[in-house]
């Protein structure tokens, strides 16, 4: 599922304006990766690279000059690889399917780099590409070793990641209304898995569900690694084992989105396999909750990016006060970061092509302020070590996150993920109703 050719060339023609001058810019789709012997993981393009083409196979490299015409080069029409891996655009397909205005088969890469080098002052590229870089210091050299020949080797390397980044922060329309679908498959997902849950199912079958939803709405593949953690591997943020079973009394902790036509969503839901909150994990639940609600007043344009993160924060350190998880004064506790003993990462990122995407949170120093069309995660929690001995046991082993998707508009935030219950009495309802 991608996008018109059209918005893909719009982007192209804006980073060149961007970047200026007698530039030539490139950037690599990617390669196949292995998994294991003659098994390769399912392809997946660069982020910046299907961002600014739409092209998902392998080993794609596009160029972008500055009049604003594109060119490809690629993998060529070959009956007998597509007979054993599937079909592949080629040269035409690149430029009737993809707005290029040239393309070339891979074994002439090369050849069409020097030809589009060629007296260019500077070339453009990400600086993370370490072999693209390498690749492009050698044309630069060919070029340079040509220059009896009337040839002029580009001057200059420039890093455009930052120019890219910042144009992926911001999300045009037809990237919205993509999250959301996604967003809203992620729903669906989160919401089957409430209603399926039974005391005494494996973690991994729980994550089943899930998969099973995104895929039957159209998303063939989560966003990351589904994270399905009951009782206390809810406090390992990354748990992705999948692989307990689920006991009576345990809190679930879901964090899981799905991917679709590269963008991802990201929801997290933290609820009783029995359906039902005991009082203390009501009473951690309610504190993330309030959290959540006091950050997302916060996600309006202008506010910090670090302001909502600030609310929460002071949200929670109250609460852990008022429940004698944490003594002292509330400022002291964080400016001192005491809290971060229960609560040790932000409380959101930026969303897009990557679940945790690209754009920078400072700009000149200062948290930057949020703006229309960025999409902010809202992810509070809580994470009780069940080994803390310092805690009164009934805390022990509870982790809880509340995370939902928001988009930031003009008149307010607006959560993507909208529908899925997170009210202690909503979840309680759902579950009942499938008891």
């Known amino acids: 599922m991608t996008l018109s050719p059209d918005i893909y060339r719009a982007r192209r023609q804006r980073l060149m304006q961007q970047l200026g001058g007698d530039t030539v810019a490139v950037v690599r789709a990617g390669e196949l ?51 054993w891996d599937g079909f592949r655009h080629g040269m035409t397909g690149a430029m009737q399917d993809f707005a290029m205005d040239g393309a070339v088969e891979l074994d002439e890469l090369d050849d069409l780099a020097l030809e589009l080098l ?22 630069r050299d060919e070029l340079a070793a040509k220059a009896r020949q009337g040839a002029q080797a580009p001057v200059t390397l420039l890093d455009m990641t930052d120019a890219v980044h910042e144009m992926r922060l911001i999300k045009d329309s037809a990237e919205i209304e993509l999250m959301e679908r996604a967003a809203q498959i992620s729903v669906q997902a989160h919401t089957q898995a409430m209603q399926s849950v039974a005391p005494g199912m494996m973690e991994y079958q729980l994550e089943a569900e899930l998969n099973y939803v995104f895929m039957k709405q159209g998303a063939r593949v989560p966003a990351y690694n589904n994270i399905v953690a009951s009782g206390s591997n809810a406090c390992v943020l990354h748990y992705i084992k999948n692989d307990e079973q689920i006991e009576d009394g345990d809190l679930i902790l879901i964090d899981a989105g799905c991917e679709l036509g590269c963008y991802a969503s990201d929801i997290t839901r933290t609820f009783p396999a029995n359906g039902k ?20 007043k916060l996600m309006t344009v202008g506010q910090p990016y670090e302001a909502f993160h600030n609310a929460a924060v ?4 109250q609460g852990l006060v008022e429940l004698g998880l944490l003594q002292g004064s509330v400022a002291e506790l964080i400016e001192s970061k005491a809290y971060r003993a229960f609560y040790m990462h932000n409380t959101g990122h930026w969303l897009g092509l990557d679940v945790h995407d690209c754009g920078r949170y400072k700009v000149d120093g200062a948290s930057r302020p949020l703006q229309e069309g960025m999409v902010v995660t809202l992810e509070p929690g809580l994470y009780i070590n069940p080994d803390d001995e310092s805690v009164d046991p009934k805390w022990r082993g509870i982790g809880i996150r509340i995370e939902d998707d928001i988009l930031i508009q003009a008149q307010g935030p607006y959560v993507l993920t909208h529908g899925l219950a997170k009210e202690i009495d909503e979840i309680e309802a759902l579950m009942a109703a499938n008891a």
Not at 54 to 83: I, T
Not at 277 to 296: I, K, N, T
Not at 314 to 317: I, S
Request: hydrophobic letters at 40%.
């Open 33 to 83: 990766c292995t998994r294991n012997n003659d098994c390769d993981y399912e392809f997946r393009p660069n982020s910046s690279f299907f961002y600014l083409t739409g092209f998902n196979e392998p080993s794609a490299v596009l160029f972008m000059l500055p009049d604003g015409a594109s060119h490809l080069a690629v993998l060529p029409k070959d009956p007998e690889r597509e007979q």
């Open 277 to 296: 909150f005991s009082e203390p994990q009501a009473q951690l639940y309610q504190l993330v909750l309030d959290a959540y609600h006091a950050g997302l």
């Open 118 to 139: 060629d007296g260019k002052q500077q070339v453009a590229l990400l600086f993370d590409d370490a072999l693209l870089r390498d690749q492009v210091l050698n044309w």
């Open 314 to 317: 002071e949200v929670l350190t």
